[in-house]
T-cell receptor
């Protein structure tokens, strides 16, 4: 059974710092991996989608990497801003016919001004 | 930019009552999903829907749950007889190409069962 874990559970950094969020999954037979952002009481906003054949994806100050064989992904946020404060979720889609996403536990990020 | 919308944003109901949660997916999307998040827990998959039928469901999605696309725009989740443990945030999502692309999530409906 696929388990997705995120470390750390919570992180507080001063504005301007670069930071890395970690996601690990137990079954490497994934189809793709996504990073989402969740603001309090709000829905999920997709940040980056990495297909299993890719090593990384970039969008603005965000860079996500994927090492499928070791079951790990990282989300790198450069020059963090207070507006980046949110919960960050990673989710994997397994191979095969399924479309369901299996979510991680989330990392609550606070960027202090 | 098109968005997934959900109504109501909050719903309070008594245990044993039926509730219907409504979603309007992005207009050209073909795949539809429901997820839920119990407070403090992970987001969990409930069901996926394509071509007017359920394509996949989780063990959570028992006989108390049903989904329907009653017209060309709405996608609903019905819970027939709510239990206390159904209290959660329910998210609707949609996409156009199934596993090939990201899923676009709505803002959620917070359901509280008393």
């Amino acid at each position: 059974k696929q388990e997705v874990t995120q470390i750390p559970a919570a992180l507080s950094v001063p504005e301007g710092e670069n930071l890395v969020l970690n996601c690990s999954f137990t079954d490497s037979a994934i189809y793709n991996l996504q990073w989402f952002r969740q603001d309090p009481g709000k829905g999920l906003t997709s940040l980056l989608l990495i297909q299993s054949s890719q090593r990384e994806q970039t969008s603005g100050r965000l860079n996500a990497s994927l090492d499928k064989s070791s079951g790990r992904s990282t989300l790198y946020i450069a020059a963090s801003q207070p507006g980046d404060s949110a919960t960050y979720l990673c989710a994997v889609r397994l191979g095969g016919a399924t479309n369901k996403l299996i979510f991680g536990t989330g990392t609550l990020l606070a960027v202090q001004p | 930019e098109p968005e997934v919308t959900q109504t109501p944003s909050h719903q309070v109901t008594q245990m044993g009552q039926e509730v219907i949660l409504r979603c309007v997916p992005i207009s050209n999307h073909l795949y539809f999903y429901w997820y839920r998040q119990i407070l403090g827990q992970k987001v969990e998959f409930l069901v996926s829907f394509y071509n007017n039928e359920i394509s996949e469901k989780s063990e959570i999605f028992d006989d108390q749950f049903s989904v329907e696309r009653p017209d060309g725009s709405n996608f609903t989740l019905k819970i027939r007889s709510t239990k206390l443990e159904d209290s959660a945030m329910y998210f609707c999502a949609s996409n156009n190409r199934g596993r090939w692309e990201t899923q676009y999530f709505g803002p959620g409906t917070r359901l509280l069962v008393l």
